[in-house]
């Protein structure tokens, strides 16, 4: 195992990625002997250029840097964690590009090889709000722990509903540790710390610049077994995140939406190339994962249907969905009077099965 001070005086090099690092530690012991090495040896390993050499033989300030990021590391509880540690995540380990170095706040779990990443749109719909809590919250009763990025929307839904629900929950972030991203969400990246882990590659100190969060994504995937998308535009985050996952060879899932909502295009065009699983319940995903989650499935009871509704109860309950839907168009649908539609929809809250929103749209709880 390499020592973490050197690893970050290596990492701290200009242009001197996850690849380029790995290369220069195949060939050597430990860190500290790639500085002692000349830079025409060193422009001789495959992958590491003339310049890459150059920047490593005067390279002046790592000792610093890594001085500084330990004690930072330090004063916020955290820890880092290199690529050749056994703690390291086994599925991050096996992509492409795994980061040599993850600055984590909390705790990994030998429970996390069973991850499902869940992510969409930062403005996501009430629809999509449901979907990801019924998803996330289902996931985690399971013993599956719920990946997803922190941002605002989709993200902080799913780990919100892990939480509320006793179950893990990772983040990984586009900036360091110090530097939570949403500001909104720095109470939450604390409480999920506590019942999972908070993940970033990047050092302490760095800004959530924008060309952080694509890397950052490939981790998300990196991580989990699958990735479902929940909404997103064609050209979202989630849709680089759900790529990712394919480079990786691994599981892509999209849940279907309104063909009139934009935020459905993703998901869709996911669906239609082939390029994901449509699931409409944990047990669709279920199904496409069962060998790598037979550990964790039992055999699981039908949902029960809700008891004691009146014939004009179960005919408007029957005509909604997650979907929102106009008070006059469950008037259309029942052919009912739009008092007697009020009055049901009224004992329906009531009974918590349905709730309404702004513009006299109402779905089912």
Same mark, same amino acid.
């Given at each position: ?27 050597? &012991? ?27 033989? !005067? !390279? ?53 090889? #069973? ?10 719909? !009430? ?31 799913? #780990? ?14 586009? +900036? ?81 939406? +309104? ?8 998901? #869709?065009?996911?669906? &239609?190339?082939? &390029? ?22 039992? +055999? ?25 839907? #106009? ?39």
């Amino acid at each position: 195992m390499y020592n973490v001070r050197d690893l970050l005086r290596l990492s701290s090099v200009p242009q001197l990625g996850p690849l380029k690092i790995r290369a220069l530690l195949s060939f050597f &012991r430990d860190p500290e002997e790639v500085f002692r090495t000349s830079p025409r040896m060193l422009a001789k390993i495959p992958g590491i250029s003339k310049r890459n050499a150059s920047a490593i033989a !005067h !390279h002046k300030n790592g000792e610093a840097f890594a001085d500084d990021q330990l004690k930072r590391v330090s004063r916020l509880g955290a820890r880092i964690i290199s690529l050749w540690e056994d703690e390291y995540p086994e599925l991050l380990r096996k992509i492409y590009d795994p980061p040599p170095l993850l600055f984590v706040l909390g705790e990994f779990s030998p429970s996390d090889r #069973h991850s499902i990443a869940i992510v969409g749109t930062r403005l996501a719909t !009430h629809y999509g709000q449901k979907v990801t809590e019924t998803f996330a919250g289902e996931l985690v009763q399971l013993g599956i722990t719920v990946v997803s990025g922190l941002a605002r929307g989709i993200d902080t839904y799913a #780990h919100q509903a892990a939480l509320r629900a006793q179950g893990r929950t990772i983040a990984v972030v586009g +900036s360091g540790l110090d530097i939570p991203y949403p500001p909104e969400n720095r109470s939450l990246s604390f409480t999920i710390a506590r019942q999972g882990a908070v993940v970033s590659e990047f050092p302490m100190g760095t800004k959530p610049d924008a060309p952080n969060f694509p890397r950052r994504n490939r981790i998300i995937s990196g991580l989990s077994l699958g990735t479902l998308v929940v909404e997103s535009a064609e050209d979202g985050g989630a849709m680089i995140t759900a790529s990712s996952a394919l480079d990786q060879n691994r599981e892509v899932f999209a849940v279907p939406g +309104s063909i009139f909502e934009k935020k459905s295009i993703g998901p #869709h065009t996911l669906v &239609r190339e082939g &390029r994901a699983t449509l699931v409409q319940s944990v047990d669709d995903l279920l199904a496409e994962l069962k060998y790598p989650l037979r550990s964790l499935l039992p +055999s699981r009871a039908e949902p029960v249907p809700p008891r004691d509704l009146s014939l004009f109860e179960q005919t408007v309950f029957d005509r909604l969905s997650l979907i929102p839907v #106009h008070i006059d168009t469950l008037c259309d649908q029942t052919e009912m009077a739009v008092s007697d539609v009020l009055v049901t929809l009224l004992t329906l809250e009531f009974k918590g099965l349905v709730k309404q929103l702004p513009g006299k749209l109402f779905v089912k709880v």
